[in-house]
C-alpha cells in the first residue's frame, strides 16, 4: 500500500502547478532526488549565492546535509515557525527548490522566500516562473500582506528575478558570507500591489488543508 502521511502531515496534499512547473512538499522520494541534484552543482565553487554557505560543502557531506535540511523543516514546522522548501519539476523532471519560510505568521503575514536550480537548469525562466508561482500561492491562498527576500550584490540572476516579479529594495546589509568575506545583501519585498504575475496561470490544491494546521482558519 502506497504510504499516505496527509492527514498526520497536510503539507504532503500541497500541489501548485504553473504551466511546466509542478511544486509540492517533498517526499522522500523527492528529497533523493533534489539531493542529487545539488550534489551535481548548484553555482560555480568559487561564487557563494547563500547567506548560510551550505553549498561549500561537497559529496556525502553536502547529500547528508541537505536530506537532514528537509527532515529538519518537517520535523520543526508549527504554527509558530513554519517553512515550505518545495521541490520544483519541470516537465516532471526535479529542477530545484522554492522555499517561503515564516515565523510567528498569525501576526506578521510575512515570510521569506529562498530558493535554488541545480546549474544545468539555470537561465532558462524557470526560476521566475517558480518565484511567481510561490507568491501566487503565498497571497491568494495563505494571506500574506508581504514576502520579502535577499540577494548579495554578486547575485545578478536572483536579483533580476525578484526585479522581474516585482520586488522592490528594502535596506542593504553588510555580512560576513563566507569566514572573513564581507559580502552585501540586497533586501527586497513584494507586496500584491507591485506583484508582476506575468503571464503565469498557477493552479493550488490543498490550500485548505495547510491552512488549518498553520492556524489560519480554527
Ligand atoms: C537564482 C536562480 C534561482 C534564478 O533562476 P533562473 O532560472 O536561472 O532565472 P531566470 O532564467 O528565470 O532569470 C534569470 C534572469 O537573470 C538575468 N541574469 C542572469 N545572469 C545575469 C548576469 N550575469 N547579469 C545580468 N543579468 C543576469 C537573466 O538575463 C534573466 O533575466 P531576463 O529574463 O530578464 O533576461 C538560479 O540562477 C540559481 O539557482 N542560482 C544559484 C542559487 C541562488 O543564487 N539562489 C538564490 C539565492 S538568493
Request: negative net charge; contains cysteine; charged residues 25%.
Amino acid at each position: 500500500m502506497p504510504v499516505d502521511l496527509t492527514r498526520a502531515f497536510p503539507p504532503f496534499a500541497l500541489r501548485v502547478e504553473a504551466g511546466p512547473l509542478s511544486l509540492r512538499y517533498p517526499t522522500d522520494e523527492d528529497v533523493a532526488e533534489l539531493v542529487e541534484v545539488a550534489a551535481a552543482g548548484i553555482h560555480e565553487p568559487e561564487r557563494m549565492p547563500f547567506y548560510v554557505p551550505w553549498t561549500e560543502a561537497t559529496g556525502d557531506t553536502l547529500r547528508t546535509n541537505t536530506a537532514q535540511y528537509f527532515w529538519r523543516k518537517r520535523a520543526e514546522l508549527s504554527p509558530a515557525e513554519w517553512a515550505l522548501p518545495l521541490v520544483v519539476r519541470h516537465d516532471g523532471v526535479v529542477v530545484g527548490v522554492q522555499a517561503v519560510e515564516t515565523r510567528k505568521f498569525l501576526v506578521t503575514r510575512s515570510g521569506e522566500t529562498g530558493s535554488w536550480l541545480g546549474m544545468a537548469f539555470h537561465g532558462k525562466g524557470i526560476g521566475t516562473m517558480m518565484r511567481r508561482a510561490i507568491c501566487a500561492l503565498a497571497f491568494d491562498h495563505l494571506g500574506f500582506a508581504e514576502v520579502t527576500s535577499g540577494a548579495f550584490t554578486d547575485n545578478p540572476a536572483s536579483l533580476a528575478v525578484s526585479r522581474k516579479v516585482g520586488y522592490v529594495d528594502n535596506g542593504r546589509h553588510r555580512l560576513e558570507r563566507r569566514e572573513g568575506e564581507l559580502a552585501v545583501n540586497v533586501g527586497l519585498v513584494l507586496t500584491p500591489e507591485t506583484f508582476d504575475r506575468g503571464n503565469a496561470v498557477v493552479e493550488v490544491s490543498g490550500a485548505a488543508e495547510l491552512r488549518r494546521f498553520i492556524g489560519l482558519d480554527e
